[in-house]
């Protein structure tokens, strides 16, 4: 365990006015995660951030107010949150089906400052949404989804041309581009990496030269995530979507040594029993933190060491510790999670700490399903 005298950069001094398990976001680290972001590009106009990590109208905020425009999301009440803090260009990078059409219809007429789009992958969702959108008198902005190996969504490379021209012809839609997603490249080591990620893209190079050859506009094309960012950030005319960035987290940063971003969100917790005078009961349950990953790999205690998780159920975390501990029932202890995205997603607000204190709650907003819309 971590000197309570030491200070440290996570360190709350009006702590006990925080109730636990919380999340807390350090707005100067998320500031300066965004200054990090853009000084890998020499265009801010090729940045377009995905916002499911942080779900937060003043997060974004905070990425408008440093000239950020386009911005990308995966529900609608992300791209409803995105309308409300009127950001210029805002890509749903998700297919719709029909009721989620509606919801984007409403959302284009509710936030007229801001261009909204959608993928597709098929040609019966484009009819689909091209239907739709003559219904209501709109034309919807689409990128054609493309599958570089990620085997989610997206039509393979080999059929996305026909995909690309039929779009084209449809009333009611437009077609701006491709979206490629390459969320299967995890390689920690920047050089192989690299090679990997060139490789997936190739085909999307390759469909660029092919749409501009026959005589259509020059597509944008929105590609990769964190881990493919500083690789991106380097091929001319690619809009890079990185999200974990703003709030950071311990599994990136463990994996990927060459993105310097900092931890900007921590789950807040105390201990709430002690079965044995090496056991600690934790406040920090399923509810708490992601529990996707195996029991070892959910959270790095910042001031607590040598660790032995024992059980995680929906309100506890059980540790051991290596020793015979002095630790008291309600000491606080900082947690940063290593998946952050649906951790943030379990929470309904986040406590701000500015100077070491404990200012102010923002709300996760785009957390919920739905907002207005």
Known sequence: MMDSTTEAWYQIKNVDELDTPALVFYPERI????????????????????????????????????????????????????????????????????????????????????SFSCLVDNIASAAMISAEAEIFGYCINVFVDVNIGMNRTGILPAHTFELYRFCSTLPGISVKGLHAYDGHIYEPDLQKRTAECLEAFAPIQQLMAQIEEAGFTKPVIVAGGTPTFPVFAKVPDVECSPGTFALWDKGYGSLFSDLPFLPAALVVTRVISKPDGYTLCLDMGHKAIAAENELTKRVEMLNLTNLQFVGHSEEHLVVRTAEPNSINIGEVFYGLPVHVCPTCALYDRAGVVEDGALIAEWKIIARDRVINY
Do not use: W
Request: charged residues 25%.
């Open 31 to 114: 500031k300066e995660n965004i200054d990090i972001l853009k000084s890998f590009v020499t265009d801010v106009g090729r940045l377009r951030p995905h916002v499911k990590t942080h779900k937060c109208a003043e997060v974004t905020r905070l990425m408008l107010d440093t000239g950020i425009t386009k911005y990308k999301c995966a529900t609608i009440a992300e791209a409803e949150m995105l309308g409300m803090c009127q950001a210029p260009d805002v890509l749903l990078a998700y297919q719709p089906v029909i009721t989620k059409v509606h919801r984007l219809i409403q959302l284009i007429f509710s936030y007229p400052e801001t």
